[in-house]
């Protein structure tokens, strides 16, 4: 089945200061990689999402690349504010939608 | 958007009893909803996947008969924690597929607590 990997677990950043969460994943088959961010106690929320069929995509301040042949992603957030600290899950999926995710990275935005 | 509940948020249990959360998906239909469950401090682990109409498929480690799954309509699936231990304390959360085979909408989680 899918592994995937996530760096670093933590990270702490000034605020303003780029924040970069790398995910690394097993099954070439993979076709689906979202990002969630999530608060304590909450649910996660999806943030940005990439297909396979695509390199790179951004939002605002917020972006994703993806490297198929290296079968690695990476989640980009610039310009970083306090309200970003919370726990990145970075996950993998083929298309009906089973989702296998990373470990978690908790993010500090330290004004 | 599309919409999942749980219910309950939050419930506290005496070691041995069982426990029924609920999933709902309140303004699509879900042919196929997720159950993830997430300690502290940890990733969301899939426990099983829910197809309508049809039995759980449950991944590998997450024993069937101590979490029964039941997917009887479009819009709702249930979870019981049968015979619950203070080892089964922890974050339960369900997820609906969408219109679409990549979208994933998660409900607001469950915590459980036995005692």
């Known amino acids: 089945g899918e592994n995937v990997e996530q760096h670093p677990s933590t990270l702490s950043v000034q605020e303003g200061d780029s924040a970069v969460i790398k995910c690394t994943y097993s099954d070439s088959a993979s076709n689906y990689f979202p990002w969630y961010k999530q608060e304590l106690g909450k649910r996660p929320q999806l943030i940005i999402d990439?297909?396979?069929?695509?390199g790179e995509k951004k939002d605002q301040r917020i972006a994703v690349t993806l490297n198929k042949t290296a079968k690695h992603f990476s989640l980009h957030i610039t310009e970083t504010q306090p309200e970003d600290s919370a726990v990145y899950f970075c996950a993998a999926s083929l298309s009906w939608g089973k989702l296998q995710f990373g470990a978690g990275t908790q993010v500090v935005v330290t004004p | 958007g599309a919409v999942v509940s749980q219910h309950p948020s939050w419930v506290i249990c005496k070691s041995g009893t069982s426990v029924k959360i609920e999933c709902r998906s309140l303004d699509f239909q879900a042919t196929t909803m997720f159950w993830y469950r997430q300690f502290p401090k940890q990733s969301l682990m899939l426990m099983a996947t829910s197809n309508e109409g049809s039995k759980a498929t449950y991944e590998q480690g997450v024993e069937k008969d101590k979490f029964l799954i039941n997917h009887a309509s479009l819009t709702l699936s249930t979870l019981t924690v049968t015979s619950a231990h203070p080892e089964d304390s922890s974050f339960y959360i369900c997820?609906?597929?969408?219109?679409?085979?990549?979208?994933?909408?998660f409900g607001p989680g469950t915590r459980l607590t036995v005692t």
């Open positions: 990439i297909r396979s069929n695509v």
């Open positions: 997820s609906a597929g969408g219109r679409s085979s990549y979208e994933q909408y």
